[in-house]
């Protein structure tokens, strides 16, 4: 038990849209930073992290299926962006002296270590940051199933996902001021709802196994460190 945090081990899910900043699209170094100054606060106040990065700010299978493009190359393309996400965290938090790995679902063994499962394990014992990319490795999944697959397979405590706005609502806040917060929901609640936080193969994998889900706004300085502590606002699934 990290002295710090009720979480021992946990994986964070960044999405690429955290790593956008204001831009429609791409990767803004600031916001890059922003992510990374957090993970290293956590690791250095003794908590174990891995991520699962997203490549939506770059590309995104079903966007450009709709497009024309086949669905399958078009997520071996979005699943490549997610590798793109990773390099630049990694850079970030190396540059803050955080020890991390690059782990990839698809091999690319010049750029970054194959996934392997207990290797993972024995780097995060180290006090290593293990950045999950290329997903699941499969066409027609998520980087939330990822993220719920690796942290299943990590044996986190528990999945932060770090989002827009703080915690699950009812309906998109950012479009009615009025809609309902969460501050703790079932799996079922999650599905049943059908609340979009993360897709249903998530949702179920991570309720196989009883794996808390905590719903926090990543877009401040310090934020998941805060969430981390169990404080601010969030919304746990459990
Ligand atoms: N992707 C995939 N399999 C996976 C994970 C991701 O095919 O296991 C592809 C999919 O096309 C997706 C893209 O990679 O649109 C980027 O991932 P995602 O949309 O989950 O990123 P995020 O929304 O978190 O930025």
Redo the contacts with the bound molecule.
């Keep these: 038990q990290a002295p710090n945090f009720p979480y021992k081990r946990v994986l964070l ?1 960044v ?3 955290a790593l956008m900043g204001k831009g429609a699209a791409g990767v803004d170094p600031e916001m890059v930073d922003m992510v990374a100054a957090d993970i290293a606060d956590v690791a250095a106040m003794g908590g174990q992290v891995c991520l699962v990065v ?4 770059i ?4 966007a450009a299926a709709a497009k024309g493009m086949d669905r399958v190359q ?6 490549l ?2 590798v793109i996400n990773a390099l630049m965290l990694q850079n970030a938090l190396e540059k803050r002296n955080v020890e991390t790995r690059v782990m990839t ?1 698809i091999h690319m063994a010049s750029i970054a270590e194959p996934y392997i499962r207990r290797r993972a394990v024995r780097h995060m014992e180290k006090g290593r940051v293990v950045i999950f990319a290329a ?12 993220a719920a697959l690796r942290a299943n397979e990590m044996e986190c405590d528990a999945l932060f996902k770090g989002t827009q706005v703080d915690g699950v609502y009812s309906e998109d806040p950012r479009v009615n001021p009025n809609a309902e917060r969460y501050e703790q929901l079932t799996y079922m609640d999650a599905l049943a709802r059908n609340l979009k936080v993360m897709d249903a193969a998530a949702i179920s994998l991570a309720r196989e196994n009883a794996l808390p889900i905590i719903v926090f706004n990543m877009h401040a300085p310090g934020a998941f460190a805060a969430a981390m502590k169990g404080e601010g606002r969030f919304t746990r699934i459990i």
């Design positions: 899910k999405s690429g849209e997203g490549g939506g700010n590309f995104r299978g079903l078009g997520d071996y393309a979005g699943m962006a997610t679902a997903g699941t490795g499969n066409p027609f999944f998520t980087t939330d199933t990822a």
